[in-house]
């Protein structure tokens, strides 16, 4: 299968909560003929530059990204940025913030879920799932599901680590805008990620107005009804309709690299949108 001329711009590594190898990424989308990919990992940049190594020799782009987690009116809401100055500058300097919160958060999460007799998980398992100290709830997810605790990841979230749930452990806070004017002060373009997940639409003409500069219309497994009520969103607040997979290796097993991709003028379109 050959997409030429197309673009996966959600792709992330094992430097979060992915299980593959930025070469294994590269792979998997030099073997559907992509030509442009971007590395978006869940608040860390770390994926990046390997990527890129590993692309050199091809006729591949990879586009430097991150997703930002975020939180408005008791909703995450993921904020993906695109060309971002991955080696200095105001996010590099965050992203710092952000890693320490997550750890910090993840030996709270753990502490909470003994408290409720899951006694056989530690932090180091945890952090032994990832590459660098973006540790999440899909990794404690994995070891609960790995230990015998529940049948699936749904389960996990819906039993044990989903808000209200008896493990559940708050986040760092930022606002949506505040990861928006983040991107864009490190001279990024900001996309709000996956909006019939998020479903908090009203919101969109908030965030357009204060940088947002486009809208992850295509996303794998959306019904084409939602995909067209999504251009027609993205269409009436003027921003760019982007797309990706998602993909996140063997963690989730509904999509992978080319799923879901874009044209190349989409990528070009971003590129122009830069601050």
């Given amino acids: ?13 094992y430097f979060s909560d992915s299980t593959s190898s930025p070469q294994e990424v590269v792979d998997d989308a030099l073997k559907c003929g992509l030509s442009c990919i971007a590395i978006t990992d869940h608040d860390i940049v770390e994926g990046v530059e390997p990527t890129i190594a590993a692309a ?27 060309f971002v100055d991955f080696q200095k500058g105001p996010l590099l300097e965050k992203i710092d913030i952000f890693l320490d919160a997550r750890m910090e958060r993840m030996k709270q999460m753990i ?22 100290k973006a540790v999440g709830r899909a990794h404690l997810a994995m070891l609960l599901h790995q230990k015998g ?3 699936n990841f749904k389960t996990a979230f819906e039993k044990y680590i989903g808000p209200g749930c008896p493990g559940y452990a708050p986040k760092y806070k930022q606002t949506p805008f505040e990861a928006i004017e ?7 373009v900001a996309v709000m990620a996956h909006p019939m997940l998020t ?13 947002l500069k486009g809208l992850e219309v295509y996303y794998p497994n959306s019904m084409e009804m939602v995909t067209q009520f999504y251009e027609r969103i993205a269409e009436k ?8 997979s998602d993909a996140h290796g063997k963690a989730k097993s509904y999509t992978y690299v080319g799923k879901r991709t874009v044209p190349l003028e989409v990528v070009e379109r971003l590129r122009q949108a830069k601050p």
């Fill in 182 to 188: 983040l991107i864009r002060s490190s001279g990024g």
């Fill in 111 to 132: 502490m909470n879920l003994k408290k409720v007799g899951v006694n056989n998980i530690e932090f180091e398992e945890v952090c032994a799932l990832t590459k660098s």
């Fill in 56 to 82: 050199v020799n091809h006729a591949l782009e990879v586009v430097p990204g991150i997703e930002l987690s975020s939180e408005l009116e008791n909703c995450d809401i993921h904020i993906l940025g695109y």
């Fill in 149 to 151: 605790w529940v049948s």
């Fill in 237 to 244: 607040n003027n921003l760019i309709a982007t797309g990706g």
């Fill in 1 to 13: 299968m050959t997409m030429n001329g197309q673009a996966d711009l959600h792709i992330h590594t």
């Fill in 199 to 211: 479903q908090k639409d009203e919101l969109i003409p908030r965030f357009a107005a204060a940088g």
